[in-house]
T-cell receptor, first 113, second 111 residues
Framework: NAGVTQTPKFQVLKTGQSMTLQCAQDMNHNSMYWYRQDPGMGLRLIYY???????DKGEVPNGYNVSRLNKREFSLRLESAAPSQTSVYFC????????????FGPGTRLTVL | GENVEQHPSTLSVQEGDSAVIKCTYSDSASNYFPWYKQELGKRPQLIID?????GEKKDQRIAVTLNKTAKHFSLHITETQPEDSAVYFC??????????FGSGTKLNVKP
């Protein structure tokens, strides 16, 4: 089992460019999440998907969109990247109820110039 | 929304000593409190968790305590080893699927 995978690992964008971060899990989990991690600020929830076909905003959703393509895949899109979106992005998944372990992907380091 | 505060931001201990990291939360509806360890350049990984109906949980050298009245929970690491050096995050789950993380504690265990 690969667990949670993310692509790409690194990305550099110019202000205004768009891109999609991909995430996939092979653990048959119902719930998936996108976080951003900034120095000294821990992990902040951007969006989550409680189950296939549903998505909801987290703490910091502005400037992002998500798609739960199927049960395995959950993508994060930046339509017009800004320097403030420079961060490390983690995808995670869990069984379903929110009171069990989240498994994280390896992260994507994004720099917006 | 929920607000999770974590202290200290950095902690340096001698190998063999104990380390304690504390977190407070604001919403009494929070019912699940995991702790994650993140080594440099790697993904966060769960090390221990506790549910709101339990006051204490222990797993070998690691323990977590929860005080629902005071709305705080703590991570205790005994007999620290150099491989315990990492950043530790607490989190609180206020309802299904929404997790709020603390800002992290960088633990340095000196040999």
């Amino acid at each position: 089992n690969a667990g949670v995978t993310q692509t790409p690992k690194f990305q550099v964008l110019k202000t205004g460019q768009s891109m999609t971060l991909q995430c996939a899990q092979d653990m048959n989990h119902n719930s998936m999440y996108w976080y951003r991690q900034d120095p000294g600020m821990g992990l902040r929830l951007i969006y989550y998907s409680a189950s296939e076909g549903t998505t909801d905003k987290g703490e910091v959703p502005n400037g992002y969109n998500v798609s739960r393509l199927n049960k395995r895949e959950f993508s994060l899109r930046l339509e017009s990247a800004a320097p403030s979106q420079t961060s490390v992005y983690f995808c995670a998944s869990s069984e379903a109820t929110g009171v069990e372990e989240q498994f994280f992907g390896p992260g994507t380091r994004l720099t917006v110039l | 929304g929920e607000n999770v505060e974590q202290h200290p931001s950095t902690l340096s201990v001698q190998e063999g000593d104990s380390a304690v990291i504390k977190c407070t939360y604001s919403d009494s509806a929070s019912n699940y409190f995991p702790w994650y360890k993140q080594e440099l350049g790697k993904r966060p990984q769960l090390i221990i968790d506790i549910r709101s109906n339990v006051g204490e949980k222990k797993d070998q050298r690691i323990a977590v305590t929860l005080n629902k009245t005071a709305k705080h929970f703590s991570l205790h690491i005994t007999e620290t080893q150099p491989e315990d050096s990492a950043v530790y995050f607490c989190a609180a789950s206020i309802h299904f699927n929404k997790f709020y993380f603390g800002s992290g504690t960088k633990l340095n265990v000196k040999p």
